[in-house]
């Protein structure tokens, strides 16, 4: 019985030892991936730095054109300012010629009868002119005529 022990003994060292190199293979390569995550965060420590330091010159550049851009356009202000009271000053004149253009037609609809009683007199007048001019016209003939006839 005691070899029975032995061997048990023996079987348990054989086990625990193939454990152990077992146990130690994956410490080792869990030891090689921890320095290869190592080294790889080291490089991307450097390239994120890298891109940090591109990131703020680029931001310095940004807040410099956007503070340029900012002067020009308040440089640009008064005349849209100027721009602005000239489409009020047009809107304004625009009206005024809208209420003028409305108020003469309105006048001359309110008098449109007189005008056309005005016309209608003036052609009469002119027509009877007209007429006495004939008839004055008519007589120096006939009267011409008669002197003609009584010098024959």
């Not at 921890?34 to 890298?50: H, I, P, Y």
């Amino acid at each position: 019985m005691e070899i029975i022990l032995y061997i048990a003994a023996l079987i348990a060292a054989i086990a625990l030892l193939v454990i152990a190199v077992y146990l130690g293979m994956t410490l080792k390569s869990t030891s090689k991936t921890m320095d290869e995550v190592a080294k790889s965060l080291e490089e991307m420590t450097g390239e994120v730095k890298g891109i940090t330091d591109q990131a703020e010159k680029l931001m310095e550049k940004t807040n410099n054109l956007l503070e340029d851009i900012n002067g020009k356009v308040a440089k640009v202000d008064p005349v849209f300012d100027a721009v602005g009271d000239i489409g009020v000053s047009l809107l304004g004149l625009s009206q005024s010629v809208r209420e003028l253009a409305t108020l003469a037609t309105n006048k001359v609809q309110t008098n449109e009868k007189k005008i056309v009683q005005a016309v209608s007199f003036s052609n009469s007048i002119l027509a009877f002119r007209d007429k006495m001019k004939a008839n004055k016209a008519a007589k120096q003939a006939a009267s011409e005529a008669n002197e003609e006839t009584i010098n024959l």
